[in-house]
């Protein structure tokens, strides 16, 4: 594991803030740059907690908006409680419905949002549209928490690393892209990079067991490979 990380931050893609404050701000300025640089590439932020989900999700409408990027907000109750949805915005299902053909962590584009109803454009290429009354399983989609990653592959990923990872998420974290992945951290989580790394390569605690489902675990944590794997094999990839 401490090789793996070394190798990552010899290529630019480990980054050390003085709180995971700073390094909530350095990973959504840094995913910007990279989404302005790269808008046809496939993206995700993935963080270990639904709150850090959600203020990750928030800076980074924080941001196409300063931008100009998205529309009006528009205020609406959905499953996990109050939002602002926007045209423009990137959102997640988050439960399987067979009549719009959408899974749970499907990813999509609001093309329109008004008080009753969304149209989406989803990353498959397929466009839906719905009641919002009727399926209000939605959230925004920039961000999403390691668990609910599983299975999914996209270019590009930067993770906010906090205490509560551990090897096991911390492998799926960091084989869920392509081409690149950057991992963020702040000193005030993790003083040194040895502790990060410690925290990474932990065994799954009792108490963490109904966090993730069960997924083979590798023999050492996020090995660079040589050549990108189908995207159904993803391992982790060495940093461009």
Not at 13 to 27: G, I, N
Not at 58 to 70: F, I, K, V, W, Y
Not at 117 to 143: C, E, P
Not at 182 to 196: I, P, R, V
Request: charged residues 30%; negative net charge; glycine residues 8%.
């Amino acid at each position: 594991t401490q090789e793996a990380i070394a190798a990552y931050g010899d290529h630019g893609h480990v980054h050390a803030a003085e709180t995971r404050e700073d390094a909530r701000r350095d990973l959504i300025e840094r995913w910007d740059r990279d989404r302005i640089a790269d808008p046809q590439a496939s993206r995700i932020i993935l963080t270990h907690t639904n709150d850090e989900v959600r203020s990750l999700n928030e800076a980074a409408r924080e941001q196409l908006q300063r931008s100009g990027e998205l529309g009006r907000d528009v205020s609406l109750t959905v499953e996990r409680g109050a939002r602002s949805f926007a045209d423009g915005d990137r959102i997640m299902f988050l439960k399987n419905e067979r009549s719009l053909g959408v899974k749970n962590g499907t990813l999509g584009t609001i093309d329109h949002v008004d008080k009753a109803h969304m149209r989406v454009s989803l990353d498959d290429g397929r466009d839906v549209r719905f009641d919002t009354k009727h399926y209000a399983h939605i959230d925004h989609g920039y961000a999403a928490t390691i668990h609910k990653a599983q299975g999914m592959t996209v270019d590009k990923v930067h993770v906010l690393a906090t205490p509560g990872l551990d090897r096991h998420a911390s492998y799926v974290a960091l084989s869920r892209h392509r081409e690149t992945v950057n991992l963020h951290y702040g000193k005030d989580d993790f003083a040194n990079q040895g502790k990060l790394v410690r925290t990474l390569e932990r065994e799954r605690g009792k108490d963490m067991a109904s966090d993730y489902g069960r997924a083979p675990e590798p023999a050492s944590l996020a090995q660079p490979q040589p050549e990108p794997k189908p995207p159904q094999q993803a391992q982790p990839q060495p940093p461009h």
